[in-house]
Nanobody, 122 residues
Framework: QVQLVESGGGLVQPGGSLRLSCAAS????????MGWYRQAPGKQRELVAD???????NYADSVKGRFTISRDNAKNTVHLQMDSLKPEDTAVYSC????????????????WGQGTLVTVSS
């Protein structure tokens, strides 16, 4: 069974930095796209950033220039470096893996992590 485990959330002051990490496990052969979504209280979940297996990236306009996504295909991990954090970045951040193929040739459309809370406040 494919599992995604996130780490790195917490409380940070405005202007500060946090690094989120996500590790996928479960006999994975390859993952097409790995990314991060967030959901703030009272708002819909939105894409923050994602990266294809070939390295193509996609960022929400609100985080461009402040957040950087990276991934290690060999380790099935994805990271989100968040700099210059703002109070409006406060949300539960969830890792997503899409287009998963396992070593047993099973395919999964996507999988989600449990979410990690990021709070930006003074």
């Amino acid at each position: 069974q494919v599992q995604l485990v996130e780490s790195g959330g917490g409380l940070v002051q405005p202007g500060g930095s946090l690094r989120l990490s996500c590790a996928a496990s479960g006999g994975i052969f390859s993952i097409n796209v790995m990314g991060w979504y967030r959901q703030a209280p009272g708002k819909q979940r939105e894409l923050v950033a994602d990266m294809s297996r070939r390295g193509y990236t996609n960022y929400a306009d609100s985080v461009k220039g402040r957040f950087t996504i990276s991934r290690d295909n060999a380790k099935n991990t994805v990271h989100l470096q968040m700099d210059s954090l703002k109070p409006e970045d406060t949300a539960v951040y969830s890792c997503n893996a899409a287009g998963i193929i396992t070593t047993m040739s099973r395919e999964y459309r996507d999988a989600w992590g449990q979410g990690t809370l990021v709070t930006v406040s003074s």
